[in-house]
């Protein structure tokens, strides 16, 4: 199988990521939850792992990395925590119904005031469009990092030095960029950080998170066991305990530590190079392709799709004219071998921004041990199906 679904969940991981997670299951017991070696040790697993994801996410706050199932269980925390009846909040066209169900829900039952900021035909937002959205009082900024969709890029700064000038909060969906694309969260100014394990991070499935600057403070969502201050009736105030209720899996975290160290160690600049180089090599096969319609934000000189003058996440998403999006990634995967995404991807905002809602698209999206010869295969099998009618 060629597997092109990374934006979905990474396929293959380095061995050290099993290889931890069968070692915590053989030997670690709760963490926070009792004073032997197997308890000890898993706590002192899950503190590696909070040091190094605020490491690789630019925090220098660990105990503020607070571990959640995944990024949609992190951004209705940092939602329903933060929002407060009647608030007004600005979203994207570009947001996740992890982010936008929340949301709506919130308008629906208290009464909170919702905008969204519209992306163009290319998916583009126009920083000039959230400055007029931002008015003084507005609570709350939610965008994306990077599109699950197109790969288009955000400038969290640009976004976070708008929302406070608000007096706003600026929330980031990193769940497609934490791993592969360079982010430094107190750089960015951002508040607060959603992140999933599963996908560029490398870990397993059942892990992400929340990492919450210093000074933001989040009403918990959850509440329940911590294994410190159990006499209390709340939450206690601590982070992370404050935002994490229950046992931790800790297992799952085991792995999700080594998947981090494994792209310290790496480099997440080299792995978010390694990814430009095929989305480059993808687009420009793409353009020799009679009939395919690539979304997003491509520049004609793909060679300035180098980080600095262009940048760009490892997704792109095309239509093959005579297909419908479904039909020709089943066709990509029975007579071709290769795994894509088709349909709306969570993503409605964005296809009715593209004009692909009818329609939906077809996602290929790359990661750390995608290959060139990977690439190849996808631009030989669209060609042959180019050439059919689906």
């Not at 936008?100 to 937002?125: H, I, N």
């Not at 992400?208 to 294994?227: F, H, K, N, R």
């Not at 296809?351 to 996808?378: I, K, N, P």
Request: charged share 20%; with cysteine.
């Amino acid at each position: 199988m060629i597997y092109l679904n990374c934006a979905a969940t990474s396929h293959d991981r380095p061995p050290c990521v099993a290889e931890a997670v069968v070692d915590a299951m053989g030997n670690l017991g709760s963490s926070g939850r009792g004073a032997g070696d197997a308890e000890l040790g898993a706590a002192r697993t899950v503190a590696h792992a909070r040091v190094s994801l605020a490491r690789l996410l630019g925090s220098d706050s660990p105990e503020r990395v607070v571990f959640t199932a995944n990024a949609t269980e992190a951004l209705n925390i940092a939602i329903l925590g933060c929002v407060r009846p009647g608030d007004r909040v600005v979203a994207t066209d570009w947001d996740h119904n992890s982010v936008l169900r929340p949301l709506y829900r919130l308008e629906r039952t208290e009464g909170v005031r919702l905008s969204f900021w519209r992306a163009d035909r290319r998916g583009r937002l126009d920083l000039a469009d959230l400055e007029r959205l931002c008015v003084p009082g507005t609570r709350l900024v939610a965008v994306t990092h990077g599109s699950n969709l197109t790969g288009n890029l955000l400038d969290v700064a640009a976004c976070a030095e708008v929302a406070h000038a608000a007096g706003a909060l600026l929330l980031v969906d990193c769940s497609q960029t934490a791993g592969s694309v360079p982010f430094s969260m107190e750089r960015a100014g951002a508040d607060l950080v959603a992140f999933t394990g599963h996908k560029a991070l490398l870990g397993p499935q059942g892990t992400g998170g929340l990492i919450v600057a210093p000074g933001v403070e989040v009403e918990p969502v959850l509440s329940g066991g911590t294994g410190i201050a159990s006499s209390l009736p709340h939450q206690p105030d601590a982070y992370p305990e404050h935002l994490e209720a229950g046992t931790l899996n800790g297992h799952g975290i085991a792995g999700l530590g080594a998947g981090v160290d494994w792209l310290l160690e790496r480099g997440v600049d080299a792995v978010h190079a390694h990814d430009l180089a095929l989305v480059r090599r993808f687009v420009a096969g793409l353009r020799a392709i009679d009939g395919v319609t690539v979304y997003g934000d491509f520049p004609d000189d793909l060679s300035e799709l180098d980080g600095v003058a262009c940048d760009h996440g490892a997704a792109v998403a095309v239509n093959l004219d005579g297909w419908d999006s479904s039909e020709a990634a089943d066709e990509l995967e029975e007579a071709y071998g290769i795994a894509v995404r088709a349909g709306l991807h969570c993503a409605p905002r964005m296809h009715g921004a593209l004009g692909t809602s009818d329609t939906g698209a077809v996602r290929f999206s790359f990661g750390a041990f995608t290959t060139e010869a990977d690439v190849d295969a996808a631009l030989a099998a669209l060609a042959a199906m180019a050439s059919e009618e689906g």
